[in-house]
């Protein structure tokens, strides 16, 4: 005839029992989905913040938060991935051969390294950039006024119809970077198919989707019956 509360000690001694016992059988799982999960969801976050990302400093730091972000999701990823067994032998295989020859992936690899252990920068601040011209077959125009905003975005231009402003945003692109003696080039391509644009925020979501791929792969191969 205890009370509930006399009965609480036991219960949680004989829950330890149980997660000590069964530990095992969770254990492959936990790391996969949760572990690269996270990761992965933290590289996501760094891109939309990249996306909205008020000044060059900021985009740098989330563009290398992701690079970072993206890069553990891959260490996780071949943590979880079990050492026996010829689906994951030959998944790991397959993304290892990847990681090592498509230029996106290779680059994205050896971009962390040079920011984690050197002082090297992987990236080149640009812009913005503002010119004044004339429209095409135009042989003179004039200016009244034309100012740039505080934001930096060019203000309204009174003059003639035959001057017209270009505005180039402040970007921050992708460089070369040489990691333990090898350079490596921006990549212009992701498994096969040549890349429109090499900005960070554009060829961001592709390695994105990569990794999120061979997450769901992996997942797929560890709940499968064995």
Known sequence: GGSAAALLPSAAVELERYAVSYRHLIAPVI????????????AQQSLALLGTAQSLDEMERYWLAFVESIEKGWTKLELACPKT?????????????????????????????????????T????????????????????????????????????????????????????????????????????LGISLSSILPQHVGPLALRYYEDALAELNSILAAPQ
């Open 85 to 121: 067994g010829s689906a994951p032998t030959n998944w790991k295989q397959k993304r290892m051969k990847q990681r090592k020859n498509d230029p996106l992936l290779l680059y994205l690899r050896h971009a962390r390294n040079v920011d984690q252990h050197t002082l090297e920068s």
């Open 31 to 42: 790391p996969t989905s949760l572990a690269a999960s996270k990761a992965l969801a933290a």
């Open 123 to 190: 990236v080149t601040m640009y812009g913005p950039r503002i010119g004044l011209g004339l429209r095409p077959g135009a042989t003179q125009g004039y200016v009244e006024s034309f100012y740039i905003a505080p934001n930096g975005l060019p203000g309204p231009l009174i003059g003639s119809s035959e001057v017209r402003v270009s505005f180039e945003p402040a970007q921050v692109r992708l460089r070369p970077v040489t990691d333990r003696g090898t350079t490596y080039a921006v990549p212009t391509s992701h």
